[in-house]
């Protein structure tokens, strides 16, 4: 099938909530502390402009509670006594000229009395660094299997290791924007997000308004990669204050150097495994520890913590296992959601690990991970037991075969002993990712969909899930002409406007095509129904009965509506994290072939070969472009996006000095799928997007390793890096 | 903002006078451009529009030597075979600078006038021994593109002083060597750079990025000039903190930039690999 929402884009036609134009519209700005903690004392509005034409905002024109709703309550829409972080939103303005509200911005001051903030997520805090509870501990997890203590006492090798990876920036081609509105009494939002009713539940809050008060209109979003999932309730908010003061639409617009300042990135991690084995590489006991930097405020941190310790024992099987998270408050600008979701930080640790614990005992990297592989009726550290069917070892396989790993390894070792100064390598991971919400979150969600059969014959499909580059409204198109033998252009996708659709859940976590998907089949199903059809009963006949239905029923609806039901034997403990934690899992194997010049102590990749098994491949160009983009910023993540900080925030907060790949930094790309289908998800899928966050950055760095017989265990490997482990590797010798 | 738009060189010479030199020359616009929403400061300024003159759009040889107009783009020499066969590092480096975007917008004299150290155009200029050519009302004036920087961002040029052309010398290299070390392939902010040349001029040893200005490192050529033994990149060290004083920022670090450049330099001119 065509791409649906592709035309538009390409042509530059697809209207943008920047390119929105709106008469009598005001432009709003945001006025940040630069201070990382403290008291505000007074804000103090500059000489030079005349502040009685502005709008201004503060804490005090809250209508309702001054809290953004995500799982806890601590984060103010405006700060109001205090500051936690550099950046924090303080003062709103808005002004019809967009260029003297940029310099009104600069001559607001907000003067804070400093208070002691803590930065280093690793250190314990002194008593004047407390900020929450007494420990500043967001949230502790703990997975527990077995007997690990005596399993390390008892063990022939101990293999310890410290993994620690950076923060990144989503970097969506489009920056944060909302515009708002007031009409006949209802705020009206519209504009760049992931979750359409994440953002109306945080302005009824806020705004002290109830559902019908508030609307909320997705505009087409120019990427998201999480950093649009709980980011643009605080900016809606931001903007919906501004118009209700102004009287007049208001619209936010982050420029890029503030979005990438003042939003979340992902959580900076530190990883310290102890892994028990016996000679022949066979895992006894995984001893595992992950602390993520959570920043100022709560946010989704818990959530990701949760996904990162359940995924830190990687796709392997071992008896006994200790897994201990925790996510720590620090005054930096608070980290969010971002692809992948924990899971990369820690597979990247538990990947890296299996390589140096191949090393440590002269194994080949292949087999240790092919003795250890999760094999149907084992179980994961959460003790739930995997009965997939899915070859996981056929995925290893297939990875090692079109990479040409054997290969690559003997050719590259000619090369390294005659080349003078350039050393090549390849490394792999192999992994899972658990497909949809954790545990029991679906059925939370209570996800709702509607089918609506349409007069003139189309049906139109109506989620509050959101496009934003992945293709899903072209997914969901083919999921109803498949099912209910309709053409394309009978297909209606339905904006997501809070007003119209039901709410179907947010657009996150790889739910929308596995879980949404199947909730739109059912919904189809419940259409034929509503009009005395049975399932077998396709195209024109459907089409003839919704006019015949109509003609009967004039003026009148037809929804064919579906709910969330949970799986049969799924259980989830989430006092005790035992249990089912994904309904399933997706299996994957990475292979990465690596340049590394000894002269500029820099890593290329020269070639790429993610293999993964997908439960059912709806559409192929599109699962290709969803691998090969994730492999991209996984490149990122690993080599290059080196974010600095200062006093908490982004100090390279450019696109000059905060290092993105460029195509020309990228190698062939070369994706393969296998099929297991997954009989809960539409068609047979399992979730896919974060599967090319988490594979690279072991697999490049594993390579790196093999070239250089280093040990680098930080990610960005950045040459400077680089140079001081090699550095260290020659001290060594 | 107030733009201005000189029919020819002469004019734009009088616009720039009658300024008082307070026109600033605007070019490709690939340097003043960057960033303006945020750069206030600039916002009341008036820019002398360069980019419609043909005089200074042009590429000409003489006997001696080619010159490259004040206006000439990277894109213009990356398109001219004799220009790229004569002087190879034009081509090279000219590649390397940003991406197609700004190789079609950018200008030499742009990436001269601008005097950021880190600018990748300069060094292979001067490692060609490149003159400045300068105009203004009051006449005519010649500096060699060596002599040029004062300090960080000081420079010889008179701000009533247009560049008219940038002219080099034609002569037979046996090496010509150009190095861009950024921290990505392509659109990328040089950590540290050089050019090398040899020629019956002698050895000319460049570097970008390793001090306040684009500079020549006299230590180094002269180890060259008298062929004294080289046998790691370590033996560089001494002559590399005479020459140069690369400093910790926001892209990379002093140490960094000190040992890649002498790896780099080792494995380009003194090594007997092949
Ligand atoms: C995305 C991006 C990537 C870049 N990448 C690189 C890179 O890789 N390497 C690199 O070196 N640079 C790079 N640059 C910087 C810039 O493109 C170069 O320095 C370019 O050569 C500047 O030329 P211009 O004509 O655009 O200069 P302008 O911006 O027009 O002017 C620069 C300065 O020169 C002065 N000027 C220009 N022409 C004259 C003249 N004839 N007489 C007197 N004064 C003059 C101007 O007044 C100004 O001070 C990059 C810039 C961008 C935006």
Redesign the interface.
């Known amino acids: 099938m065509k791409r649906r929402e592709g035309l538009a884009k390409l042509m530059g036609r697809e209207a943008y909530v920047d390119d929105l134009t709106v008469a009598d519209c005001l432009w709003g700005a945001t006025v940040r502390s630069s201070c990382a903690r403290g008291r505000i004392r007074e804000v103090r509005f500059g000489e030079g402009f005349d502040w009685g034409e502005f709008v201004v905002v503060d804490h005090r024109d809250l209508p309702g509670e001054n809290v953004i709703a995500l799982i806890e309550t601590d984060q103010p829409v405006l700060a109001a006594e205090a500051v936690r972080h550099v950046h924090e939103a303080v003062v709103l303005l808005a002004h019809a000229d967009r260029?003297l509200l940029?310099?009104a911005v600069?001559a607001v001051e907000v003067v804070v009395e400093e208070e002691p903030p803590i930065f280093d997520f690793r250190q314990p805090p002194e008593p004047a660094q407390i900020q929450h509870g007494n420990d500043n501990v967001f949230k502790e997890l703990k997975i527990e299997k077995g007997d690990v203590d005596k399993a390390l006492a008892k063990a022939p090798v101990v293999v310890e290791g410290v993994f620690t990876t950076g923060a990144q920036e989503h970097v969506y081609l489009e920056t944060q924007g909302m515009l708002a509105w007031v009409e006949d009494g209802v705020v009206t939002v519209k504009g760049s997000m992931q979750c359409p009713y994440y953002v109306q539940k945080a302005l009824k809050l806020a705004l002290g308004r109830e559902d019908h008060e508030v609307r909320v209109v997705q505009a087409p979003t120019g990427g998201g990669f999480g950093g649009k999932e709980e980011f643009p309730s605080g900016i809606a908010l931001h903007a919906a204050l501004l118009a209700l003061k102004a009287g007049k639409p208001v619209k936010l617009i982050y420029?890029r150097?503030e979005d990438m300042v003042a939003t979340t990135k992902r959580h900076p991690s530190w990883i310290r495994h102890r892994t028990a084995v016996d000679t022949k590489g066979r895992l006894l006991a995984q001893d595992i520890e992950v602390v993520l930097d959570a920043g100022a405020y709560a946010t989704l941190s818990s959530v990701v913590l949760s996904r990162a310790v359940i995924h830190a024992a990687g796709p392997y099987h071992c008896e006994n296992v200790r897994i201990r998270g925790r996510a720590v408050l620090t005054n930096a600008v608070p980290f969010g959601a971002f692809r992948g979701f924990g899971a990369p930080q820690s597979l990247f640790a538990c990947e890296r690990q299996m390589d140096r614990i191949a090393s440590e005992l002269t194994l080949d990297p292949v087999r240790i991970r092919r003795r250890n592989l999760i094999r149907d009726g084992e179980e994961t550290a959460t003790g739930q037991v995997i009965t997939d069917g899915t070859d996981r070892l056929k995925v290893l396989d297939r990875a090692l075969e079109l990479s040409s790993f054997q290969h690559k390894r003997r050719a590259y070792l000619d090369f390294n002993d005659t080349h003078?100064?350039l050393r090549r390598g390849v490394g792999l991971a192999t992994f899972l990712h658990g497909a949809g919400f954790t545990g029991s979150g679906e059925v939370y969600l209570a996800s709702e969909v509607h089918v609506a059969g349409l007069a003139d014959g189309k049906v139109e499909v109506r989620t509050a899930n959101t496009e934003m580059g992945q293709g899903t409204q072209t997914v969901f198109t083919q999921l109803v002409t498949d099912r209910l033998g309709l053409k394309a252009e009978d297909v209606v996708i339905a904006e997501p406007d809070t007003a119209r659709v039901p709410d179907s859940g947010p657009t996150v976590a790889s739910r929308t095509t596995m879980v949404v998907g199947g909730l739109i089949e059912k919904a189809c199903d419940d259409l034929r129904r509503r009009l005395g059809l049975g399932n077998e009963e396709r195209g024109e006949v459907l089409t003839a009965a919704l006019a015949l239905w109509h003609r009967q029923h004039p003026g009148e609806e037809l929804l064919g509506t579906a709910h969330y039901e949970p799986p049969d034997g799924i259980h989830w403990d989430d006092a005790n994290y035992r249990g089912e934690a994904y309904g399933a899992f997706a299996w994957a194997t990475y292979v990465a072939a690596v340049e590394v010049d000894?002269?500029?102590?820099?890593a290329?990749v020269l070639d790429f070969v993610a293999v993964q098994e997908i439960g059912k491949v709806l559409h192929e160009v599109l699962a290709r472009g969803q691998i090969q983009g994730g492999v991209v910023q996984g490149i990122g993540w690993a080599l290059?996006e080196d974010f600095?900080f200062k006093d908490g925030a982004m100090?390279?907060g450019?696109l000059?000095?905060y290092?993105i790949?460029?195509?020309?930094?990228v190698p062939p790309i070369r994706v393969a799928f296998l099929e297991n289908p997954y009989a809960h998800g539409a068609q047979g899928a399992k979730g896919i997007g974060e599967l090319p966050m988490d594979g690279p950055a072991p697999a490049i760095v594993n390579a790196v390793a093999a070239a250089t017989g280093a040990d680098p265990c930080t990610i960005p490997l950045?040459?400077?890096r680089m140079?001081s482990v090699l550095e260290a590797r020659e001290v060594a010798r | 903002m107030t733009m201005l738009f000189p029919s020819d060189l002469e004019e734009a010479c009088e616009m720039l006078a009658a300024s008082d030199g307070k026109a600033v020359p605007l070019a490709g616009g690939t340097d003043l451009l960057v960033h303006w929403p945020q750069r206030f400061e600039d916002h009341g300024r008036t820019f002398l529009d360069l980019s419609q003159l043909a005089e200074l759009r042009a590429i000409r040889w003489s006997d001696s030597a080619l010159i490259l107009g004040g206006g000439v783009t990277y894109w213009q020499t990356l398109g001219d075979r004799a220009v790229c066969d004569a002087f190879p590092l034009l081509e090279k480096a000219g590649r390397q600078v940003g991406a197609v975007q700004i190789q079609a917008r950018g200008t030499w004299a742009g990436n001269i006038v601008n005097a950021s150290p880190a600018a990748d155009g300069v060094p292979v200029l001067m490692a060609y021994d490149a003159v400045v050519e300068l105009v203004s009302t009051q006449g005519e004036e010649e500096i060699p593109l060596s002599e040029f920087y004062l300090g960080y961002k000081q420079m010889r040029r008179r701000p009533n002083q247009l560049v008219r052309a940038v002219r080099l010398p034609r002569r037979r290299h046996d090496v010509e060597v150009f190095e861009k070390i950024g921290p990505r392939r392509a659109q990328a902010i040089t950590k540290l750079g050089f050019a090398a040349t040899h020629s019956a001029a002698g050895w000319r040893v460049v570097a970008n990025s390793m001090a306040p200005t684009v500079c020549r490192c006299r230590t180094l050529e002269g180890m060259l000039e008298h062929g004294s033994p080289i046998r790691r990149p370590e033996d560089l060290m001494p002559a590399i903190r005479q020459d140069v004083s690369p400093i910790d920022d926001i892209r990379s670090t002093a140490q960094y930039r000190q040992k890649v450049f002498s790896r780099t330099l080792f494995h380009a001119l003194f090594s007997d690999e092949k």
């Open positions: 260029d940029r310099r600069e420029e150097g003078p100064y000894l002269r500029t102590y820099t290329r290059l600095r100090a390279n450019q000059t000095n290092i790949p460029t195509s020309d930094d950045t040459p400077e140079m």
